[in-house]
């Protein structure tokens, strides 16, 4: 049985075990926030101490912060859920268990649409006197670039480079002959993926 010095210099040595464990994390310096297509990447220096990061973000019309993620083990922190053309701000702050350090916050970055998806399919379709040319619409897609080819060639040309519907009609394709179309999709971003072509049709 230990004697009452001894059970007090127990209480202690676990008492100064537990509250070392339990260190405040040191400050946040700094915080940077780069926008690119779809992602606004939040980066700190390490602090001192912590266990995990809580990074929140603000809108530039808004007094309020929202908590993205409370469990942050990285000092990096990617947002994918910006709304493309509203500026944001984040702010990040170090954890020890419930001890926190103080925060910091980003400049405000203006947050940029993802680029556009792929075209997964084109078709092609010969009326009297025009050639109708579909697809399905494309993710954040702005404008449709529609190419053709005639059978034979190699090259393409471009009828219009501004569709801004998922349907074109060329009115230009020459009856007899055999020609196939190529769309892909664009926003400020630039280019979508993979464009797609469809089967080869005759003109009427």
């Given at each position: ?8 210099r ?28 779809g ?34 083990t ?8 910006a ?18 350090g103080?925060?910091?916050n980003?400049?405000?970055?203006t ?49 219009d480079?501004?569709?801004?519907e ?19 999709a664009?926003?400020e ?14 003109a009427?």
């Amino acid at each position: 049985m230990l004697s009452r010095p001894d059970a007090k210099r127990l209480r202690i040595d676990f008492y100064a075990t537990l509250t070392s464990s339990n260190t405040a994390p040191g400050s946040i310096l700094s915080v940077t926030a780069a926008a690119t297509p779809g992602i606004i990447t939040v980066s700190w220096p390490a602090a001192a101490n912590a266990e995990r990061y809580v990074v929140a973000r603000q809108v530039s019309d808004s007094t309020s912060w929202t908590v993205l993620d409370s469990n942050v083990t990285e000092t990096s922190f990617q947002d994918t859920t910006a709304e493309a053309g509203k500026a944001y701000r984040y702010r990040v702050r170090a954890y020890n268990g419930s001890l926190s350090g103080n925060a910091a916050n980003s400049a405000y970055v203006t947050a940029l649409a993802p680029k556009p998806g792929d075209i997964v399919s084109v078709t092609a379709a010969a009326s009297a006197g025009k050639i109708t040319v579909s697809w399905p619409a494309a993710d954040y897609a702005q404008r449709y670039a529609v190419a053709r080819q005639v059978s034979g060639s190699s090259s393409w040309t471009v009828l219009d480079s501004n569709v801004t519907e998922t349907s074109f009609q060329d009115t230009t394709a020459e009856a007899g002959k055999a020609y196939r179309y190529r769309v892909r999709a664009y926003n400020e971003q630039g280019s979508g993926g993979a464009a797609a072509d469809s089967s080869y049709v005759t003109a009427k």
